[in-house]
Protein backbone atom coordinates (compact mmCIF):
# COMPACT_ATOMS: atom_id res chain seq x y z
CA UNK A 1 0.00 0.00 0.00
CA UNK A 2 1.10 3.52 -0.94
CA UNK A 3 1.77 5.80 1.83
CA UNK A 4 0.77 9.84 0.96
CA UNK A 5 3.89 11.10 1.43
CA UNK A 6 5.85 9.02 -1.82
CA UNK A 7 7.17 10.35 -4.86
CA UNK A 8 5.55 9.93 -8.14
CA UNK A 9 6.14 9.37 -11.29
CA UNK A 10 5.18 11.76 -14.51
CA UNK A 11 3.43 9.79 -17.14
CA UNK A 12 5.22 11.77 -19.76
CA UNK A 13 9.21 12.01 -18.57
CA UNK A 14 9.40 9.01 -16.40
CA UNK A 15 10.60 10.55 -13.63
CA UNK A 16 10.14 9.81 -10.21
CA UNK A 17 9.59 13.13 -8.19
CA UNK A 18 7.93 14.48 -4.76
CA UNK A 19 4.52 14.98 -5.58
CA UNK A 20 5.02 19.05 -4.52
CA UNK A 21 6.93 18.77 -7.92
CA UNK A 22 4.35 17.33 -9.72
CA UNK A 23 0.39 18.30 -10.59
CA UNK A 24 -2.32 15.71 -9.57
CA UNK A 25 -4.93 15.01 -12.37
CA UNK A 26 -7.82 12.18 -12.02
CA UNK A 27 -10.77 10.80 -13.31
CA UNK A 28 -14.24 11.97 -12.88
CA UNK A 29 -17.41 10.23 -13.96
CA UNK A 30 -17.72 9.73 -18.10
CA UNK A 31 -13.31 9.41 -17.79
CA UNK A 32 -12.85 12.78 -18.13
CA UNK A 33 -9.07 13.81 -17.09
CA UNK A 34 -9.24 16.86 -14.25
CA UNK A 35 -7.13 18.81 -12.08
CA UNK A 36 -6.76 17.97 -8.69
CA UNK A 37 -4.10 19.99 -7.80
CA UNK A 38 -5.40 20.30 -3.85
CA UNK A 39 -5.51 16.32 -3.50
CA UNK A 40 -9.47 15.86 -2.96
CA UNK A 41 -10.86 14.22 -5.36
CA UNK A 42 -11.89 10.43 -4.78
CA UNK A 43 -9.79 7.89 -7.41
CA UNK A 44 -6.38 7.06 -8.05
CA UNK A 45 -3.94 10.31 -9.10
CA UNK A 46 -2.45 10.58 -12.63
CA UNK A 47 1.15 13.09 -12.24
CA UNK A 48 2.57 15.11 -14.54
CA UNK A 49 6.08 17.14 -14.33
CA UNK A 50 4.88 20.73 -12.95
CA UNK A 51 5.51 22.09 -16.69
CA UNK A 52 3.36 23.93 -19.04
CA UNK A 53 5.26 22.54 -22.24
CA UNK A 54 5.35 18.76 -20.30
CA UNK A 55 1.41 19.12 -19.68
CA UNK A 56 0.92 20.11 -23.70
CA UNK A 57 3.00 17.31 -24.83
CA UNK A 58 0.72 14.97 -22.68
CA UNK A 59 -2.20 16.06 -24.25
CA UNK A 60 -0.53 16.24 -27.81
CA UNK A 61 0.66 12.62 -27.58
CA UNK A 62 -2.35 11.61 -25.77
CA UNK A 63 -0.35 10.33 -22.78
CA UNK A 64 -3.67 9.83 -20.13
CA UNK A 65 -5.03 7.33 -22.55
CA UNK A 66 -2.08 5.21 -22.48
CA UNK A 67 -1.93 5.62 -18.76
CA UNK A 68 -5.49 4.83 -17.92
CA UNK A 69 -5.06 1.94 -20.36
CA UNK A 70 -7.20 3.81 -22.92
CA UNK A 71 -9.59 4.99 -20.27
CA UNK A 72 -8.84 9.05 -19.88
CA UNK A 73 -9.89 11.66 -22.36
CA UNK A 74 -8.44 15.10 -21.76
CA UNK A 75 -9.92 18.18 -23.23
CA UNK A 76 -7.68 20.18 -25.10
CA UNK A 77 -7.99 23.29 -23.01
CA UNK A 78 -6.43 21.08 -19.84
CA UNK A 79 -3.42 23.44 -20.02
CA UNK A 80 -4.82 26.46 -20.00
CA UNK A 81 -7.07 25.33 -17.43
CA UNK A 82 -4.21 23.84 -15.55
CA UNK A 83 -2.20 27.52 -15.71
CA UNK A 84 -5.96 29.46 -14.65
CA UNK A 85 -5.79 27.52 -11.85
CA UNK A 86 -2.45 27.95 -10.44
CA UNK A 87 -2.64 30.97 -11.33
CA UNK A 88 -6.05 31.86 -9.07
CA UNK A 89 -4.20 29.63 -6.27
CA UNK A 90 -1.37 32.07 -5.91
CA UNK A 91 -3.73 35.23 -5.82
CA UNK A 92 -6.20 33.75 -3.42
CA UNK A 93 -2.65 33.29 -0.94
CA UNK A 94 -1.47 36.78 -1.84
CA UNK A 95 -5.41 37.86 -0.51
CA UNK A 96 -4.96 35.53 2.60
CA UNK A 97 -1.51 37.15 3.56
CA UNK A 98 -3.03 40.50 3.10
CA UNK A 99 -5.94 39.35 5.41
CA UNK A 100 -3.70 38.05 8.08
CA UNK A 101 -1.59 41.62 7.65
CA UNK A 102 1.48 39.45 6.72
CA UNK A 103 2.61 41.91 3.58
CA UNK A 104 3.32 45.49 3.17
CA UNK A 105 2.63 47.18 -0.38
CA UNK A 106 4.10 50.00 -1.65
CA UNK A 107 7.57 51.07 -2.86
CA UNK A 108 9.15 52.41 0.19
CA UNK A 109 7.33 50.16 2.87
CA UNK A 110 8.80 47.25 0.59
CA UNK A 111 11.94 49.05 0.59
CA UNK A 112 12.16 49.52 4.06
CA UNK A 113 10.93 45.97 4.99
CA UNK A 114 13.64 44.70 2.69
CA UNK A 115 16.42 46.87 4.13
CA UNK A 116 15.56 46.22 7.87
CA UNK A 117 15.17 41.95 6.95
CA UNK A 118 12.02 41.76 8.07
CA UNK A 119 10.76 40.68 4.32
CA UNK A 120 10.38 36.95 3.08
CA UNK A 121 10.31 37.47 -0.36
CA UNK A 122 8.83 40.29 -2.59
CA UNK A 123 6.36 40.19 -5.46
CA UNK A 124 6.28 43.02 -7.82
CA UNK A 125 3.75 43.98 -10.72
CA UNK A 126 5.01 42.26 -14.21
CA UNK A 127 3.99 45.73 -15.47
CA UNK A 128 5.60 47.65 -13.09
CA UNK A 129 8.11 50.75 -14.89
CA UNK A 130 11.81 49.53 -15.69
CA UNK A 131 13.00 52.32 -13.22
CA UNK A 132 10.70 50.82 -10.14
CA UNK A 133 11.91 47.63 -10.92
CA UNK A 134 15.67 48.52 -10.44
CA UNK A 135 15.46 50.48 -7.26
CA UNK A 136 13.54 47.57 -5.57
CA UNK A 137 15.94 45.34 -7.32
CA UNK A 138 18.53 46.98 -5.65
CA UNK A 139 16.32 46.90 -2.02
CA UNK A 140 15.65 43.26 -2.48
CA UNK A 141 19.05 42.32 -2.41
CA UNK A 142 19.50 38.39 -2.03
CA UNK A 143 15.15 38.46 -2.02
CA UNK A 144 13.27 36.33 -4.65
CA UNK A 145 11.01 38.22 -6.42
CA UNK A 146 8.36 37.16 -8.19
CA UNK A 147 6.40 38.95 -11.33
CA UNK A 148 3.61 37.12 -12.19
CA UNK A 149 0.84 39.23 -12.09
CA UNK A 150 -0.20 42.53 -13.72
CA UNK A 151 -0.70 45.83 -11.55
CA UNK A 152 -4.23 45.26 -12.56
CA UNK A 153 -4.69 41.75 -11.15
CA UNK A 154 -2.70 42.64 -7.69
CA UNK A 155 -4.75 45.23 -7.12
CA UNK A 156 -8.00 42.93 -7.20
CA UNK A 157 -6.41 40.50 -4.76
CA UNK A 158 -5.08 43.03 -2.27
CA UNK A 159 -8.30 45.30 -2.38
CA UNK A 160 -6.62 48.22 -3.61
CA UNK A 161 -5.49 50.69 -6.02
CA UNK A 162 -2.42 50.54 -8.35
CA UNK A 163 -0.23 47.86 -6.28
CA UNK A 164 2.70 47.84 -8.38
CA UNK A 165 5.12 46.26 -4.96
CA UNK A 166 4.36 43.98 -1.75
CA UNK A 167 6.93 42.82 0.87
CA UNK A 168 5.71 39.71 2.18
CA UNK A 169 6.87 38.94 6.50
CA UNK A 170 8.91 36.68 7.22
CA UNK A 171 6.15 34.33 8.98
CA UNK A 172 4.38 30.54 8.04
CA UNK A 173 1.76 32.13 5.88
CA UNK A 174 4.69 33.73 3.66
CA UNK A 175 6.21 30.22 3.40
CA UNK A 176 2.60 28.95 2.40
CA UNK A 177 2.14 31.60 -0.30
CA UNK A 178 5.90 31.59 -1.45
CA UNK A 179 5.59 28.06 -2.17
CA UNK A 180 2.42 28.76 -4.58
CA UNK A 181 4.23 31.25 -6.27
CA UNK A 182 7.11 29.05 -7.05
CA UNK A 183 4.50 26.52 -8.22
CA UNK A 184 2.79 28.78 -10.78
CA UNK A 185 6.18 30.49 -11.94
CA UNK A 186 7.46 27.08 -12.25
CA UNK A 187 4.88 26.04 -14.67
CA UNK A 188 4.90 28.77 -16.71
CA UNK A 189 8.96 28.77 -16.92
CA UNK A 190 9.69 25.41 -17.52
Sequence with gaps: MKREDEDRKCIVTGEVKPKEE???FTLIPGNKVVPDFMK???GRGIYVSNS???LQQALDKNFFAKATRGKAQALPMLAETAELLLKRRGLEMIN????AGDLVTGFEKVREAAAKGKAA???EAS???ADGHEKIKAAAGDLKIFMLYSVEELDTALN???TVHAAFLKNEMAKAVYQELKRYEQFLNS
Design 22 to 24: LLR
Design 52 to 54: KKI
Design 127 to 129: DAG
Design 121 to 123: FIL
Design 40 to 42: KLP
Design 96 to 99: LARK
Design 160 to 162: RVN
